[in-house]
């Protein structure tokens, strides 16, 4: 899987129990499992026919922000949290500069609840951009 053009080095093969979480200023926008972005959310760009990107619309962004704002107990990443089962779900952060202070205490809530957790740290204002080739992930 590819952030940015980076490789990431997660796995050989896709693994759909990783669930993606975009950390941005204070919001922790779900992105969604095994790198597919949640179309409520996110206007994705098909690149070719192994790469896709993409990108919350800031108008988007404003309509939601309240359901995406961390610090709302009610939030979107809270109700993740509490309605998966943490055996069953990696979370992975994808990390923008704004949200780094952010992502320990996120990280410290998510360990406690039992998840096990990884981070990427990413560009603040560059889209997300996932290459797989048919099952397994290489750089794109």
């Known amino acids: ?7 990431l080095p997660l796995e050989k093969k896709i693994d759909e129990s990783f ?5 941005d200023r204070h919001l922790a926008i779900p992105v ?15 690149l070719s026919d192994y790469s896709y990107m993409c990108a919350v619309p800031e108008d988007v962004l404003n309509k939601h922000i309240a359901d995406l704002d961390y610090y709302n107990p009610s ?8 309605s998966t089962n943490p055996s069953n ?10 949200a780094f202070g952010m992502y320990h205490e996120i990280a ?12 990427y740290p990413v560009e603040q204002r560059a889209p997300l951009v996932f290459s797989v080739y048919g099952r397994n992930i ?3």
């Open 108 to 119: 410290k809530k998510a360990k406690e609840r039992g998840f096990r957790i990884g981070w």
């Open 89 to 98: 779900i990696y979370l992975v952060f994808i990390v923008r500069p704004s």
């Open 138 to 140: 290489g750089a794109q």
């Open 1 to 7: 899987m590819t952030v940015e053009g980076i490789l």
């Open 75 to 82: 939030s979107r990443f809270h109700k993740l949290l509490s």
């Open 19 to 23: 669930y993606y979480v975009e950390l």
């Open 32 to 46: 969604g499992l095994g790198g597919e972005c949640d179309p409520d959310l996110y206007k994705t760009v098909k």
